[in-house]
């Protein structure tokens, strides 16, 4: 497909780009008709993700559709509407999907008005309002009250996470009733302990603090009865048995909700190793709960690149000895690392969380101890990874913010190949390594838990990618890679990445914070020996590393320190890494990375549309062949999925 584009648009900070499915038209029909169930159970679960953001926010949607499909093109602000409109689409609800802060309008109260007075009695009617007036009054507050809803996430410690996060996680409960109340359930001596408040909601009434279960006859029934329909569908053609099996607890656990089943289907997923198509679906990652014990939503269809699984494979084969040579602490060490596997996939269809925004790579189960007792199985996106790398070939960022000519054609050479074994390095083995000391529960962290785990695995990543160990797997040719990656990361932590913060604002998302704690840890800490300079010229700021030897010796500390924090619990010493280095933005260099960036033209963020699947079903109703297009545009593509699979709405 050499007239394949992969970027489609950009608009706002955004740019909307397509993924490519090498192969999938010459797939067994049975294959393709495992795939299309799967990714309709991925489709299906929309509309969670956008309630789980907000309770507001499928009104939201629903609101802004009405008014999109009223406005005419010649309106003068049409093009501010459609652009608000679809951050929104974008971000999955009304905050940024990054940030978390509050969208802002960039048209009026009074236009919004106008639009407004413009809906039928039956769009009113159906967004449940008496008229006209009051869809306004509703709609102004949510977009134009910035005291309301302002941020999905808070991270500020000085407030109460709860009450000043606009995610619907929680209703009429502050942060320490939900503290007090999961640690209430907790039973500290079990070492096999539930995620406890994974798959539900906690609210308050009338004293009485309860949980709302996600769950078929329970909260969001209807979206996940039509995910169990599909997955039932899957299980009639999956190729193995133990696929069978995985879905088979999936459907069980999404009809009770109990979160031992889904530990269960966890160890049994992480089993299932045979087969060329693989799947994610449910609640997984807890990014979005300050108080990191509600999950989000998500799904991800895949099928395992071949090619590139055998060059992964190599890294998993030595989980073993990448542990046994880490420089953390022998006691925070696994003695024997199990089921670790690595698989290189390309993604078929994104949903949930995992849609626009795509992760590169993943790594579960999340449960501590079935980690530690059975393994975890991680994924490199390929495909996702690609997509990206065609979309920047032509953005110019690496040229503006490497210090030298040199840094560049390090980067041009070996820059793809080191940031796609760093998340080799980071999934496979980095998330899979450690362990906890007696006692110490994986959530003791608390808010802080997540900025931790990733710079761990960001950190066991570094360290490991600068080893000779890399070129006796024939991993890569040369320590040109090594240093590749780390002036990327230097870079990035330090400067590229502040592109994507508001003015005056500080970090909030897990990942920024991670690079920038790391980043400015071993800036610090290197100072002594100029082991990164901080360089101007010609009125610009870079960062020159002087020494490689020594920033990975650096990097190595600070994995030190970190895997100490998590192993032992130390929420202190995690709060105060994380403040110190990870949060505050140096004013200065931020207004300047901006300014730099913005002369770019290239939006900081990328999102993803999926391809369109389509069963052709032949006279007897028998689906005869899955056909795969790439024409969709992204607001014809959101639009059709708020109505295929607008359940909940």
Same mark, same amino acid.
């Given at each position: 497909?050499?007239?394949?584009?992969?970027?489609?648009?950009? @608009?706002?900070?955004?740019?909307?780009?397509?993924?490519?499915?090498?192969?999938?038209?010459?797939?067994?029909?049975?294959?393709?008709?495992?795939?299309?169930?799967?990714?309709?159970?991925?489709?299906?679960?929309?509309?969670?993700?956008?309630?789980?953001?907000?309770?507001?926010?499928?009104?939201?949607?629903?609101?802004?559709?009405?008014?999109?499909?009223?406005?005419?093109?010649?309106?003068?602000?049409?093009?501010?509407?459609?652009?608000?409109?679809?951050?929104?689409?974008?971000?999955?609800?009304?905050?940024?999907?990054?940030?978390?802060?509050?969208?802002?309008?960039?048209?009026?109260?009074?236009?919004?008005?106008?639009?407004?007075?413009?809906?039928?009695?039956?769009?009113?009617?159906?967004?449940?309002?008496?008229? =006209?007036?009051?869809? @306004?009054?509703?709609?102004?507050?949510?977009?134009?009250?910035?005291?309301?809803?302002?941020?999905?996430?808070?991270?500020?410690?000085?407030?109460?996470?709860?009450?000043?996060?606009?995610?619907?996680?929680?209703?009429?409960?502050?942060?320490?009733?939900?503290?007090?109340?999961?640690?209430?359930?907790?039973?500290?001596? !079990?070492?096999?302990?539930?995620?406890?408040?994974?798959?539900?909601?906690?609210?308050?009434?009338?004293?009485?603090?309860?949980?709302?279960?996600?769950?078929?006859?329970?909260?969001?029934?209807?979206?996940?009865?039509?995910?169990? @329909?599909?997955?039932?569908?899957?299980?009639?053609?999956?190729?193995?048995?133990?696929?069978?099996?995985?879905?088979?607890?999936?459907?069980?656990?999404?009809?009770?909700? !109990?979160?031992?089943?889904?530990?269960?289907?966890?160890?049994?997923?992480?089993?299932?190793?045979?087969?060329?198509?693989?799947?994610?679906?449910?609640?997984?990652?807890?990014?979005?709960?300050?108080?990191?014990?509600?999950?989000?939503?998500?799904?991800?269809?895949?099928?395992?690149?071949?090619?590139?699984?055998?060059?992964?494979?190599?890294?998993?084969?030595?989980?073993?000895?990448?542990?046994?040579?880490?420089?953390?602490?022998?006691?925070?060490?696994?003695?024997?690392?199990?089921?670790?596997?690595?698989?290189?996939?390309?993604?078929?269809?994104?949903?949930?969380?995992?849609?626009?925004?795509?992760?590169?790579?993943?790594?579960?189960?999340?449960?501590?101890?079935?980690?530690?007792?059975?393994?975890?199985?991680?994924?490199?996106?390929?495909?996702?990874?690609?997509?990206?790398?065609?979309?920047?070939?032509?953005?110019?960022?690496?040229?503006?913010?490497?210090?030298?000519?040199?840094?560049?054609?390090?980067?041009?050479?070996?820059?793809?190949?080191?940031?796609?074994?760093?998340?080799?390095?980071?999934?496979?083995?980095?998330?899979?390594?450690?362990?906890?000391?007696?006692?110490?529960?994986?959530?003791?962290?608390?808010?802080?838990?997540?900025?931790?785990?990733?710079?761990?695995?960001?950190?066991?990543?570094?360290?490991?990618?600068?080893?000779?160990?890399?070129?006796?797997?024939?991993?890569?040719?040369?320590?040109?890679?090594?240093?590749?990656?780390?002036?990327?990361?230097?870079?990035?932590?330090?400067?590229?990445?502040?592109?994507?913060?508001?003015?005056?604002?500080?970090?909030?998302?897990?990942?920024?914070?991670?690079?920038?704690?790391?980043?400015?840890?071993?800036?610090?800490?290197? =100072?002594?020996?100029?082991?990164?300079? +901080?360089?101007?010229?010609?009125?610009?700021?870079?960062? +020159?590393?002087?020494?490689?030897?020594?920033?990975?010796?650096?990097?190595?500390?600070?994995?030190?320190?970190?895997?100490?924090?998590?192993?032992?619990?130390?929420?202190?010493? =995690?709060?105060?890494?994380?403040?110190?280095?990870?949060?505050?933005?140096?004013?200065?260099?931020? !207004?300047?990375?901006?300014?730099?960036?913005?002369?770019?033209?290239?939006?900081?963020?990328?999102?993803?549309?999926?391809?369109?699947?389509?069963?052709?079903?032949?006279?007897?109703?028998?689906?005869?062949?899955?056909?795969?297009?790439?024409?969709?545009? @992204?607001?014809?593509?959101?639009?059709?999925?708020?109505?295929?699979?607008?359940?909940?709405?």
């Amino acid at each position: 497909m050499k007239d394949f584009q992969y970027m489609v648009e950009q @608009f706002a900070d955004l740019r909307i780009l397509r993924y490519k499915i090498d192969g999938f038209e010459s797939l067994p029909l049975r294959q393709k008709l495992y795939i299309y169930y799967l990714a309709e159970a991925g489709l299906s679960g929309r509309d969670i993700i956008w309630d789980q953001n907000n309770e507001y926010n499928l009104w939201l949607r629903s609101c802004l559709e009405y008014i999109h499909g009223k406005i005419e093109l010649s309106d003068p602000d049409f093009d501010l509407f459609e652009e608000f409109y679809k951050r929104v689409l974008f971000a999955n609800g009304l905050h940024h999907h990054y940030s978390t802060d509050k969208l802002k309008p960039s048209f009026n109260t009074e236009t919004l008005n106008k639009w407004t007075a413009s809906l039928s009695k039956d769009q009113v009617d159906q967004l449940g309002c008496k008229d =006209a007036l009051e869809v @306004f009054n509703r709609l102004s507050k949510h977009l134009f009250d910035n005291s309301h809803l302002s941020k999905r996430v808070c991270q500020d410690e000085d407030k109460d996470l709860v009450q000043n996060s606009a995610s619907n996680f929680y209703k009429g409960v502050t942060q320490k009733e939900a503290e007090d109340f999961y640690k209430s359930q907790m039973d500290e001596q !079990n070492p096999e302990p539930v995620s406890y408040g994974l798959n539900s909601r906690l609210t308050k009434d009338k004293e009485q603090i309860a949980e709302e279960i996600w769950k078929v006859n329970g909260t969001y029934s209807k979206a996940i009865e039509r995910i169990v @329909f599909w997955l039932r569908k899957a299980a009639e053609v999956a190729e193995n048995e133990q696929q069978k099996n995985v879905i088979d607890l999936l459907c069980q656990f999404y009809e009770i909700g !109990n979160l031992e089943i889904f530990d269960q289907y966890s160890i049994e997923w992480l089993k299932e190793q045979e087969g060329a198509i693989d799947f994610i679906n449910g609640f997984i990652e807890v990014y979005g709960d300050p108080l990191g014990f509600k999950a989000t939503w998500e799904s991800l269809v895949n099928i395992i690149d071949q090619e590139e699984t055998q060059k992964a494979k190599v890294i998993s084969e030595n989980a073993q000895w990448f542990e046994d040579h880490s420089p953390v602490a022998i006691n925070h060490k696994k003695e024997e690392v199990t089921g670790v596997s690595m698989k290189v996939i390309n993604a078929i269809m994104l949903g949930g969380d995992c849609y626009p925004a795509s992760p590169l790579g993943i790594n579960l189960p999340n449960a501590e101890w079935i980690r530690e007792v059975h393994g975890s199985k991680s994924v490199s996106l390929q495909n996702i990874s690609h997509a990206y790398e065609m979309a920047s070939l032509t953005s110019g960022v690496i040229e503006e913010f490497a210090y030298s000519a040199e840094e560049i054609e390090l980067h041009k050479k070996y820059g793809a190949l080191a940031d796609h074994l760093h998340t080799h390095l980071h999934e496979c083995v980095g998330h899979g390594s450690g362990k906890l000391e007696p006692g110490v529960r994986s959530d003791a962290l608390k808010a802080y838990g997540s900025v931790i785990e990733e710079a761990r695995a960001d950190l066991f990543g570094l360290y490991f990618i600068a080893d000779k160990k890399m070129m006796a797997l024939n991993l890569i040719p040369n320590m040109d890679v090594a240093r590749a990656q780390y002036n990327a990361y230097i870079r990035n932590g330090l400067m590229i990445q502040l592109a994507r913060i508001e003015q005056g604002a500080n970090i909030e998302q897990a990942h920024m914070r991670n690079r920038q704690l790391v980043c400015k840890w071993v800036l610090e800490k290197g =100072a002594q020996n100029n082991v990164i300079e +901080k360089v101007e010229k010609k009125g610009k700021t870079y960062f +020159k590393i002087n020494d490689y030897l020594q920033l990975r010796q650096l990097f190595g500390d600070l994995l030190i320190e970190i895997q100490r924090i998590k192993s032992q619990g130390d929420y202190d010493a =995690a709060r105060s890494l994380v403040e110190s280095y990870g949060v505050q933005v140096d004013k200065h260099l931020h !207004n300047e990375v901006t300014t730099r960036y913005k002369g770019l033209g290239v939006a900081p963020y990328s999102g993803f549309i999926n391809p369109k699947l389509d069963a052709i079903v032949n006279n007897e109703g028998a689906i005869i062949d899955v056909k795969i297009s790439y024409e969709e545009s @992204f607001i014809e593509q959101m639009k059709r999925y708020n109505t295929e699979y607008g359940l909940l709405s």
